[in-house]
């Protein structure tokens, strides 16, 4: 069924050379979409993701147009152009900021990509005639108490009450997107959410991060004992993606089984273990002290929320409070001039 929704399709992953993205065009390549549009704003990312996409094509006689796009999803003009020229179908957004003790320090960046990053692209996707957008988000944007958290929570409510508006008889658009007041037919994109916890071994992760810290002879550092956090792989998290875009009607945000918390010091000391040391003889493990934001637990859904199953074992929806479009657009207008 994925298959048939993305083959000969013109498909765009913005964040395309991240840990989320890469593997999303990695999978996406096997579904056979006439063009895969890789979105990216570090050069050297795309580069790398460009090179490993090419040599697959290559080996496996595959014809897909792959378009490496060097560009920010802050940049309207850009977005507009690429939408525009090569008529995307499907967007998966995974272009975003996520560490939280940076997006502490640096609050405005934070704002200005994952709100008004996000809101860029899925207007531009509108105005363009693109079917599907399907963004990534997090479990962080569940009662957040950091800044990233809260900003991935923004762009959540702005999709969804966008899709919810656009599937309404309603003509409440303005600024950029009054045009679609004046239209005789709703336009068609419907906005998908896909929240789901840490995955293994991304970039600037703990694992990764364990691993330095023990190849240089410790001390593993962990910010507090009793911490834990939900995992899963890259792959997995990517299929679950694709899953949850193609079931999709719009408007859901869909959250994904991430099986038990693992607390982060039992992580710290197996991987000790496995690299043949002991903890706290051979490697020293020593609590740094919660960062600002971090939480001890993390949650993929509130207290208020519950969820409905889907078809799928490992895929719910997640039942959130909606919002009324026009009044979360002002309000978004508002937090993006504050950040400028």
Not at 310 to 332: C, L
Request: with cysteine; aromatic share 6%; proline share 4%.
């Amino acid at each position: 069924a994925i298959a048939s929704k993305q083959t000969g399709q013109v498909v765009m992953v913005t964040g395309a050379g991240g840990s989320i993205g890469s593997e999303l065009c990695r999978q996406i390549l096997a579904l056979r979409p006439t063009k895969l549009l890789l979105f990216e704003h570090s050069e050297f990312n795309l580069y790398n993701v460009l090179s490993e996409l090419e040599r697959r094509i290559a080996r496996e006689s595959l014809s897909v147009e792959l378009l490496p796009i060097l560009g920010s999803v802050r940049n309207e003009s850009k977005l507009l152009d690429v939408m525009k020229s090569w008529k995307v179908d499907t967007v998966y957004h995974a272009a975003a900021y996520k560490h939280v003790p940076m997006m502490e320090d640096n609050p405005c960046e934070a704002i200005k990509t994952n709100v008004f990053g996000t809101k860029t692209i899925a207007d531009k996707a509108v105005k363009h005639g693109a079917s599907k957008f399907v963004m990534i988000s997090t479990d962080k944007a569940v009662n957040p108490t950091n800044v990233m958290g809260a900003s991935k929570r923004i762009a959540e409510i702005y999709v969804q009450s966008l899709n919810n508006s656009l599937s309404a008889d309603s003509h409440i658009f303005q600024n950029g997107l009054s045009y679609i007041n004046e239209l005789d037919v709703k336009p068609i994109t419907r906005f998908i959410t896909t929240r789901f916890g840490n995955v293994l071994g991304s970039n600037g992760s703990v694992i990764p991060r364990f691993k330095q810290q023990i190849e240089k002879g410790g001390p593993i550092t962990v910010t507090h004992p009793n911490i834990t956090r939900y995992f899963m792989t890259i792959p997995e998290a990517c299929r679950l993606v694709l899953e949850a875009g193609c079931m999709g009607k719009g408007g859901e945000i869909f959250v994904f089984d991430m099986g038990k918390s693992v607390k982060i010091i039992d992580l710290a000391h197996k991987m000790i273990r496995l690299a043949g040391l002991i903890p706290n003889q051979d490697i020293k493990v020593e609590y740094s002290g919660l960062r600002p934001g971090e939480k001890l637990f993390e949650e993929l859904l509130n207290d208020n929320e519950n969820t409905m199953p889907t078809h799928h074992e490992k895929i719910m929806i997640g039942k959130v409070r909606e919002y009324v479009f026009s009044e979360v657009e002002t309000a978004i207008y508002s937090l993006i001039a504050s950040a400028k």
